[in-house]
């Protein structure tokens, strides 16, 4: 027999509140300086929460942190329950001629340095027409996006290009150009000025992306990967333990390449550009302040010309 839950209380959100910045903190000790309260109070609060939802959310111990299925469950629905308040009080600041409320946005990680990327110009503008929407930046991985986005954990996101559920729309910002790095320990790093055969390249040990939006990478080479990374900088520590060879994107790398740190190898041919997108529903759903940060978005990025997204083969000469 299902029991209904009885209507939730401002101390009910409070604690629902609690329990996702746990969640997003992974634990309970490092949510603390975010909720700015005691670890023995979350503690309270946590136990308080369980007992009004009848269920055990989380595991807590010297094996770490971790939700149990019911929590992960719950989790979901928290945020399901945030954005659709959140959405709920910036459509009525709309209402009242002003935008409030928190903007979720996700992005990539290594941007920061593409001279091509305007971020900061587009949140500068942003603030300048809504001052009063706090945004929140969530640094995550290509292939996490499109379920954060699905989910309602981020309204918008900053992207590279690849595929997609029907319902998320993107568009082109800007490119993002890669190239294949060696580390000064590499057996290449001496002969990278030279036009080695890509054959040569084919046979080394490579670090690949644990996305999809990498998988086109592994055309290049003759063998599985031997390294795994879900970031760039656990591609750029792979690199440079003169282990392996990968991509990166250029400017990223520039500051390993001008300390004698890092090589390109063969640029001429294993360089190559992505598209980087604005991802997103459609307008008609979006709220007001998403809709007015991808407008700041495009206006800052001027239109790119069709680009090159696909590494080249191994039929190079």
């Given at each position: 027999?299902s029991?209904?839950?009885?209507p939730l209380s401002?101390v009910?959100f409070?604690?629902?509140?609690?329990?996702?910045?746990?969640?997003?903190s992974?634990?309970?000790?490092?949510?603390q300086?975010?909720?700015?309260?005691?670890?023995s109070?979350?503690?309270?609060q946590m136990?308080a929460l369980?007992?009004?939802?009848?269920?055990?959310?989380?595991?807590?111990?010297?094996?770490g942190?971790?939700?149990?299925?019911h929590?992960?469950?719950?989790?979901?629905?928290?945020?399901?329950?945030?954005?659709a308040?959140?959405?709920?009080?910036?459509?009525?600041?709309a209402?009242?001629?002003?935008m409030?409320?928190?903007?979720?946005?996700?992005?990539?990680?290594?941007?920061?340095?593409?001279?091509?990327?305007?971020?900061d110009?587009?949140?500068?503008?942003?603030?300048e027409?809504?001052?009063?929407?706090?945004p929140?930046?969530?640094v995550?991985?290509?292939?996490?996006?499109?379920?954060a986005?699905l989910?309602?954990?981020m309204?918008?996101?900053?992207?590279p290009?690849?595929?997609?559920n029907?319902?998320?729309?993107?568009?082109?910002?800007?490119?993002?150009?890669?190239?294949?790095?060696?580390?000064?320990e590499?057996p290449?790093f001496?002969?990278?000025?030279?036009?080695m055969p890509?054959?040569q390249?084919?046979?080394?040990?490579?670090?690949?992306?644990?996305?999809?939006?990498a998988?086109a990478f592994?055309?290049?080479f003759k063998?599985?990967?031997?390294?795994?990374a879900?970031d760039?900088?656990?591609?750029?520590?792979?690199?440079?333990?003169?282990?392996?060879?990968?991509f990166?994107p250029t400017?990223?790398?520039r500051?390993w390449?001008?300390?004698?740190?890092?090589?390109?190898l063969?640029p001429?041919?294993?360089?190559f550009?992505?598209?980087m997108c604005?991802a997103n529903f459609p307008?008609?759903v979006m709220?007001?302040?998403?809709?007015?940060?991808?407008?700041?978005?495009?206006?800052?990025?001027?239109?790119?010309?069709?680009i090159k997204t696909v590494?080249?083969?191994?039929?190079k000469?």
């Open positions: 027999m029991v209904t839950l009885p401002d009910d409070r604690q629902l509140r609690i329990f996702r910045t746990i969640v997003e992974n634990g309970f000790t490092a949510a300086d975010e909720l700015g309260i005691s670890r109070t979350i503690s309270t136990s369980e007992t009004r939802l009848g269920v055990k959310l989380c595991r807590r111990g010297r094996s942190f971790s939700l149990t299925e929590g992960q469950k719950i989790y979901s629905e928290v945020i399901k329950l945030f954005a308040a959140d959405s709920f009080r910036a459509e009525v600041g209402i009242r001629g002003n409030v409320g928190e903007l979720r946005i996700g992005v990539v990680d290594a941007m920061v340095e593409n001279p091509n990327c305007k971020l110009r587009a949140i500068a503008l942003f603030h027409r809504a001052p009063g929407v706090h929140t930046f969530v995550v991985s290509p292939n996490q996006i499109e379920n986005l989910s309602r954990q309204e918008i996101a900053v992207m290009n690849q595929p997609m029907a319902a998320v729309q993107m568009q082109q910002l800007f490119h993002e150009e890669q190239t294949m790095y060696c580390g000064k590499h290449l001496e002969k990278a000025h030279e036009k890509i054959e390249l084919a046979e080394q040990k490579y670090a690949r992306r644990g996305y999809s939006v998988l592994q055309s290049l063998h599985p990967p031997s390294a795994t879900y760039m900088e656990g591609l750029a520590y792979l690199i440079r333990s003169g282990k392996f060879v990968s990166l400017h990223f790398a500051q390449v001008e300390r004698g740190e890092m090589r390109a063969r001429d041919l294993l360089s550009k992505i598209a604005v307008q008609s709220s007001r302040m998403a809709r007015v940060f991808r407008e700041c978005l495009i206006e800052v990025h001027p239109t790119v010309t069709a590494p080249p083969t191994l039929d000469k």
